[in-house]
């Protein structure tokens, strides 16, 4: 499947012309004044990712966007944590999942995360549930 990229912003989108808002930041400007903590728990999430292919990581509004046929994965560098979501076609439940819950954004899917304190936090079971967002996004 062949996807589209914005122009603008060079995002890729499973449909041309696909709605977004474009962002010319770049992931050290959306990490910009976060704790050190926060920024290394996202070095631990691309260190337990980088091996799935394909897998692109941009840039977004105020977040980082993990795609492959589609976006799979949004991460949001907060005050105090590291918020992790990712997207299934079902309902999990975890007890290292902050919440889960249907997403509203068109289809039916489900969006879950996991909050990260800090770098050594991110399980071998957190892990293991990003990989079923991958998957999900890339059938």
């Excluded at 808002?21 to 704790?35: L, Q, R, W």
């Excluded at 976006?71 to 007890?95: D, N, Q, Y």
Aim: proline share 6%; hydrophobic share 40%; net charge positive.
């Amino acid at each position: 499947m062949s996807m589209w990229t914005c122009p603008k912003c060079e995002r890729p989108f499973r449909r041309a012309g696909q709605w977004h808002v474009c962002s010319e930041k770049t992931i050290d400007e959306i990490f910009a004044g976060k704790p050190d903590h926060v920024v290394m728990a996202f070095d631990d999430v691309l260190v337990a990712t980088a091996d799935w292919e394909p897998n692109l990581i941009t840039p977004a509004r105020k977040a980082i966007m993990f795609t492959n046929k589609r976006a799979w994965m949004v991460v949001r560098p907060m005050t105090k944590v590291l918020e992790c979501s990712f997207f299934t076609g079902e309902i999990i439940h975890s007890p290292i999942l902050h919440k889960s819950a249907l997403d509203h954004m068109g289809q039916k899917k489900f969006r879950h995360s996991i909050r990260l304190s800090g770098p050594g936090e991110l399980s071998a079971e957190a892990v293991a549930l990003l990989r079923k967002g991958y998957d999900y996004g890339n059938r």
